[in-house]
């Protein structure tokens, strides 16, 4: 295979952090789904690829010739509880492109075999979520928010083992890097100093590199992280999006969203919500996520410790510690900040009150009172802002019960000099008509894993389009009935 202009950075220059591996061959590989918009960006001439031999390339049967593959090593919190030793137990990062834009950018295999950090594992991925993980990211993408995105999904042409024998598959994954909060437990867990250094210089030079040489610089790296994930975690919530595995090892130091296991969206509104089958104490609940993102970022914290201080001078430690906290404890402000941005725009509000933070709180209560459906309850307010109340009252229990509320924001509304239909149309561009509904992605993935592609395609038609209008996709943006919500539950896919 031709060469794709790979650099592989990460691997030479943190050694240690990667072990060299090769990807398992693959049967009968055929290929799901290929992204031309993406392979664009990439600079990859996405027509050639698929004219030559794509199946062969993105399952790894036949790599282009200066892929050079390796495991990552990263360690992580799950749970809660520490393993000092993850790494890609099922992926594969083959090198690093530069875009179009000049961005360097990871690419990797996700469910191509075994590594050395496979424990008990079988390195594999199956169809259905390699196909849901295009799904769920591509919306995230058309949604506006941070994604790692797939490139390519093959079938393997072999069975994977899981609850029962299902069709496997192989992912191309895009992403900004790989590196995680986890990447830094890995040397930290070690005590290897020098090894956590260079992957802080090594991060700041790829991240920050505006950091790259001033003093406290690993200190402003924490903060710039803090910065990304409180806006990247504003984003999930403003969206409806659930994570569902928040651990360590599952939270970049770029700020993109990335693996997409058990995670769903919202449909009615209730912060308790869990669709995850294994967290069972609801530790990942879509309204724990902005507490969580912080316990995690004092983990990193934690983590960077031994480079903001000598271990052994007690008062600088100390200092650091103080330093850090700082940093963990303005977390909540800036969260808060850049939700209330979101809100603002998904209110239509181009100016800015003290109350509209109130303003938003009692609307979501409203919607929380009401059962009503999230993404549709906000999308309401677009009719709603042209006089078109009926929309909304229709997606609650009781409607009369959003009088005061509407009273309130008509009145806020007023206030801001944004003529009606410009209001509208914000209004549209902030909040989208179509999400991922779970019985929906649920519908196209087994269908998909039966043989028929159709469905998938069309979803992925849809998501792709989320803030328009278009009748031809009005079955995905109805709710599902309250009964299978309730029932719905997701799984790692692992
Ligand atoms: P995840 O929950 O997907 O973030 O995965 C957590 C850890 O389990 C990572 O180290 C993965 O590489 C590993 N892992 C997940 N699925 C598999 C699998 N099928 N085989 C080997 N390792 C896996
Ligand atoms: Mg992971």
Request: charged share 25%.
């Amino acid at each position: 295979m031709p060469a794709f202009g790979f650099d592989h950075s990460y691997a030479r220059e943190l050694p240690g952090a990667s072990v060299a591996w090769q990807p398992a061959p693959a049967a009968a590989p055929r290929l799901l789904f290929f992204n031309d918009a993406l392979a664009d960006e990439l600079g990859l001439d996405a027509r050639a690829l698929r004219e030559a031999d794509a199946a062969a390339l993105f399952c790894g049967n036949t790599l282009p010739s200066d892929a050079q593959p390796v495991a990552q090593a990263y360690a992580g919190h799950q749970f809660g509880g520490f393993s000092p030793q993850l790494g890609d137990g099922r992926a594969l990062l083959l090198g690093e492109l530069i875009d179009r834009d000049g961005r360097r950018r990871d690419i990797a295999f996700k469910g191509s075999g075994r590594t050395p950090f496979s424990r008990g594992g079988d390195g594999k991925a199956a169809v259905g979520p390699m196909l849901r993980e295009v799904l769920i990211g591509e919306a995230m993408h058309a949604l506006g928010i941070p994604t790692t995105r797939a490139l390519a999904v093959v079938a393997t042409g072999e069975p994977v083992l899981r609850d029962r024998p299902l069709p496997g598959a192989v992912l191309t994954r895009v992403a900004a890097s790989h590196l995680r909060v986890g990447s830094f437990q890995f040397f930290a867990a070690r005590g290897d100093i020098d090894a956590l250094r260079r992957l802080a210089d090594y991060t700041i030079a790829r991240h920050d590199p505006e950091l790259a040489g001033t003093p406290d610089a690993p200190l402003a790296l924490l903060r710039a992280v803090a910065r990304r994930q409180a806006a990247l975690v504003a984003r999930w919530m403003n969206a409806g999006f659930i994570h569902g595995v928040m651990n360590t090892d599952n939270m970049t130091i770029s700020g993109e969203t990335i693996d997409y296991g058990p995670c769903a969206f919202l449909e009615t509104y209730d912060p308790d919500v869990v669709f995850s089958s294994i967290d069972t104490g609801g530790r990942y609940a879509y309204g724990k996520q902005p507490a969580i993102a912080r316990w995690n970022l004092a983990r990193f914290a934690e983590a960077l410790l031994p480079l903001l201080a000598s271990a052994d001078d007690e008062p600088a430690v100390r200092h650091a510690v103080a330093q850090a906290m700082e940093v963990i404890d303005a977390f909540p402000a800036w969260y808060d900040a850049e939700l209330l941005r979101g809100q603002r725009a998904k209110l239509g509000l181009a100016s800015e009150e003290a109350e509209d933070a109130a303003l938003a709180a009692d609307w979501l209560a409203l919607l929380r009172a009401q059962r009503a459906d999230f993404t549709l309850a906000w999308r309401a307010l677009a009719d709603a802002s042209q006089g078109a109340e009926q929309p909304l009252r229709a997606l609650l229990a009781d409607p009369a019960a959003a009088d005061a509320w509407l009273a309130r924001w008509r009145a806020r509304c007023a206030r801001d000099a944004l003529p009606a239909d410009a209001r509208a149309a914000s209004l549209r561009r902030a909040n989208p008509w179509i999400i991922p509904r779970n019985q929906r992605v649920e519908e196209a993935l087994e269908r998909a894993t039966a043989g028929d592609l159709a469905p998938f395609e069309q979803l992925l038609a849809a998501l792709r389009r989320p803030f328009d209008e278009n009748a031809e996709f009005a079955r995905y943006a109805e709710p599902a009935p309250a009964e299978v919500t309730a029932c719905y539950q997701t799984f790692c896919g692992t």
